[in-house]
């Protein structure tokens, strides 16, 4: 298996603007999560699926973060508009059972300017 | 918050010497796991102990977990320049996995 997929790997991208990250989670993995890690905030979980299913959202920062699931092997995450604070590092993670081992995507690295 | 915590938050040691990193939680667990970011990647999975389980190995790496004092520990044998890196210990309460801030660790050659 290629492991977690994450694209971009890079984001750059100016206030105001639309951005839209993807992945696609290891076959058979009925969990997925979506992390942000900052050096201030180290990593949070924001959002995490079961069976393509939202289970919580409780970490999603504000109105301005979305993100879907629509099969099982893809998701994306989606923060309109953009603003400099949202810039960090975007993981994926997915996982069998969600407190067993998670297998993480390289990432994708926003900087918002 | 069940959050993890760690300690040192920065490791400096020389090649060959062991690392020991320590992580402390608050409320009870199902299990806790330690993973390791290189620098620029993903984390990577290192090892998983359960909450009866009192000590792990796995290659070079010893993992104990004192459900009495709410701690656990990494110790890194005979460390290599290819260690450093960050390492976290996360912890599995009621449903989500928790992550502490990180030890950075870094072996001199």
């Known amino acids: 298996d290629a492991g977690v997929i994450q694209s971009p790997r890079h984001e750059v991208t100016e206030m105001g603007q639309e951005v839209t990250l993807r992945c696609k989670p290891i076959s058979g993995h009925d969990y997925l999560f979506w992390y942000r890690q900052t050096m201030m905030r180290g990593l949070e979980l924001l959002i995490y699926f079961n069976n393509n299913v939202p289970i919580d959202d409780s970490g999603m920062p504000e109105d301005r973060f979305s993100a879907k699931m629509p099969n099982a092997s893809f998701s994306t995450l989606k923060i309109q508009p953009s603003e400099p604070r949202d810039s960090a590092v975007y993981f994926c993670?997915?996982?069998?059972?969600?407190?067993?081992?998670?297998?993480f995507g390289p990432g994708t690295r926003l900087l918002v300017l | 918050s069940q959050q993890g915590e760690e300690d040192p938050q920065a490791l400096s040691i020389q090649e060959g010497e062991n690392a020991t990193m320590n992580c402390s939680y608050k409320?009870?667990?199902?299990?806790l796991q330690w993973y390791r970011q290189n620098s620029g990647r993903g984390l990577v999975h290192l090892i998983l102990i359960r909450s009866n389980e009192r000590e792990k190995h796995s290659g070079r790496l010893r993992v104990t977990l004192d459900t009495s004092k709410k701690s656990s520990s990494l110790l890194i044998t005979a460390s290599r320049a290819a260690d450093t890196a960050s390492y976290f210990c996360a912890t599995h309460g009621a449903q989500k996995l928790v992550f502490g801030q990180g030890t950075r660790l870094t072996i001199n050659p």
């Open positions: 409320t009870s667990i199902n299990n």
């Open positions: 993670a997915s996982s069998l059972p969600p407190g067993e081992t998670q297998y």
